[in-house]
């Protein structure tokens, strides 16, 4: 955005000149643990939060906050694996939480879908909670390493939240190469597709949960 301002002195002479800024938009997540993590993969999963962040950052877009929550073993049940669509929405019905954040459901696997990792309420998402269409769910992609640490794939998670959350905000998929929205990106081809276009970005503005900065 740019600001011309122009002033007149008072004999008369012209002082002009332009002041450039840059405008963020902002949205608010609930990143929310379905099941117990371990310390090291929580660790990871902020890491991966952060790519995410990243992601938008490049195309004019940040976080206003990371509110972290976590549905522990004992109340989570069934919610820790996912094995269907209805299972989900069910998920964000009982489990969202009372803001205007997008709430993000880390889940411990899914187990329906294939080689489907992610799932969003709504392309877009309700910008109203407490419906069963208002958020977000994906696999934590766990595994554990060579010294039996417990881990998480964090540039594949962070590419992962990032492409289901821009569903959310009204990203359809989109054949366009390296683009975070190229269909099946996240689970086909990695996590080397992160690039947003200035289409898009215009198609998330009027989300109920963008705010400007």
């Not at 919610?79 to 803001?99: G, H, K, T």
């Not at 977000?136 to 554990?144: L, M």
């Not at 905000?169 to 054949?175: A, D, T, V």
Request: hydrophobic share 40%.
């Amino acid at each position: 955005m740019t600001i011309e301002i122009e002033m007149v002195a008072a004999d008369g002479r012209h002082v002009a000149g332009t002041i450039t800024c840059r405008v963020m938009l902002a949205y608010g997540v609930n990143i929310i643990k379905v099941g117990d993590f371990t310390a090291q993969e929580g660790v990871d999963l902020y890491s991966a939060v952060d790519i995410t962040r990243q992601i938008y950052e490049r195309r004019s877009i940040t976080f206003r906050s990371v509110l972290r929550k976590i549905i522990h073993d004992a109340d989570a049940g069934s919610y820790r694996i996912i094995n269907s669509e209805a299972e989900c929405y069910d998920l964000f019905r009982n489990w969202s939480v009372p803001n205007d954040y997008i709430d993000v459901y880390v889940c411990q696997d899914f187990l329906w879908g294939g080689t489907l990792d992610g799932f969003s309420g709504g392309i877009p998402g309700p910008a109203a909670k407490g419906g069963d269409r208002d958020g977000v769910a994906v696999d934590k992609t766990g595994f554990t390493d060579g010294s039996g640490v417990k881990r998480l794939k964090i540039s594949y998670l962070g590419m992962l939240i990032a492409h289901e959350v821009g569903h959310y905000l009204g990203l359809p998929h989109l054949q366009e190469t390296g683009n975070l929205m190229l269909a099946y990106s996240v689970y086909s081809y990695g996590a080397n597709n992160t690039n947003l276009n200035y289409d898009q970005y215009q198609l998330m503005l009027p989300h109920g949960f963008i705010v400007f900065l």
